[in-house]
């Protein structure tokens, strides 16, 4: 076997053992064994939302089991394919032997960014606010550029879109904005964006030409279905309608049909202007409601996320997460992680994979967390 190849099977040898290792793998198999006995109990159907539960957490496991062990088994085929050629002098056996060996490696770099998304809410579709910080028209507009950023790093993973809520600047960009994201892992890849993100340029606002620094804050937090419960008494809230703003003739809305909750014990506000409905509204924003706090939760549990509070502070220096320099130099760089790049319109075009991996390395056992994303 080649130097090149056999250093690429330890390669990938290690990083097999890396998935098994944050897989939990022997616990895993154990846990997949009896979800399966659990799962031919007749009884357990008596309780639709737990048998759902369970089911999805039996075929998230046998997924991983399965997709573990046939990276296991297509590398041993290999090797031992390159061997049977070596020994016949079949140079057209190795090359194809050690072709799908290299294509083993971009495999295993998928499924270790997905042992990352292993948190209790990160396959869950998730809510994404950006807010304008101060500086008005230019951080509208950079708020604007942020949430056309997500919206096309979702249209890339086909994931599906609605907006919630926009305000719109008074000349251009938006005050707000609130969308929901539907997709496999949407909070697990998204939830790394929470904070607060600067923008430098020359402004296309000012007749003089003259470079500005603008800031906008982005809050993620997931969706959560019925079987978590979020007791808010509505003494602790305050409930407002408000007339949605949008577009004019036919299809202005008359009605305050808009509705924003306010939960006073955190300050946390939500509000909805999707629907015509008040009615509508105000049950989506109830929901919204207990996903922020159900996500308040989360933060409390995982140490690694004190960064996301960010988006709680001050909207300016010295909470920012990302800087995005358009002049006098093109530069994207994650004050967290280091990460960098130099083709900013391809970062505000929704290429941020590099930027959310390096991040969810960081939030796994620090140093090793970093180790598992290096095979890409």
Not at 132 to 146: C, H, I, K, P
Request: aromatic letters at 6%.
């Amino acid at each position: 076997m080649r130097n090149e190849t056999a250093n690429l099977v330890d390669e990938i040898k290690q990083a097999i053992g890396l998935l098994r290792r944050y897989f939990d793998w022997d616990e895993a198999v154990k846990r997949l064994e009896y979800l399966n006995t659990r799962a031919e109990d007749s009884d357990l159907w008596n309780d639709p939302q737990e048998a759902q539960k369970l089911m999805r957490e039996r075929q998230s496991l046998e997924e991983n089991i399965s997709a573990i062990k046939g990276l296991s088994q297509s590398l041993d085929d290999n090797v031992e394919l390159i061997a049977l050629g070596e020994e016949e002098g079949d140079e057209s056996v190795v090359e194809e032997a050690e072709a799908s060996i290299r294509a083993l490696r971009g495999e295993i770099a998928s499924r270790q960014i997905e042992t990352l998304l292993s948190g209790e809410a990160d396959g869950n579709d998730t809510y994404l606010e950006v807010h304008a910080g101060a500086g008005g028209t230019e951080s509208q507009d950079w708020a604007s550029m942020l949430l056309r950023m997500y919206m096309r790093w979702a249209e890339r993973r086909k994931m599906k879109i609605e907006v919630l809520e926009v305000h719109d600047g008074e000349e251009a960009g938006i005050k707000s904005a609130t969308i929901l994201v539907r997709g496999r892992n949407a909070y697990g890849w998204l939830k790394t964006e929470s904070g607060v993100h600067r923008l430098v340029r020359i402004s296309p606002f000012d007749s003089n030409a003259r470079r500005h620094t603008s800031f906008a804050s982005v809050w993620v937090y997931p969706v959560i279905d019925e079987s978590i419960e979020i007791d808010i008494p509505e003494s602790e809230v305050r409930v407002d309608t408000y007339r949605a703003s949008g577009a004019g003739g036919q299809h202005v809305n008359t009605t305050d049909s808009a509705v924003r909750i306010t939960h006073v014990p955190t300050g946390i506000v939500v509000q909805c202007q999707k629907e015509r409905s008040q009615h509508k509204n105000r049950a989506t924003a109830w929901d919204m409601l207990r996903a922020r706090l159900y996500e308040e939760e989360l933060k409390r549990r995982e140490e690694a996320a004190n960064a996301t509070e960010s988006a709680k502070t001050e909207i300016g220096w010295g909470h920012q997460i990302r800087s995005y320099v358009l002049q006098p130099y093109q530069l994207v760089k994650d004050l967290r992680t280091g990460t960098e790049s130099t083709n900013p319109q391809e970062v505000l075009d929704g290429g941020l994979d590099a930027f959310m991996k390096a991040s969810l390395s960081q939030r796994v056992s620090g140093g090793e967390g970093a180790e598992i994303a290096d095979i890409d």
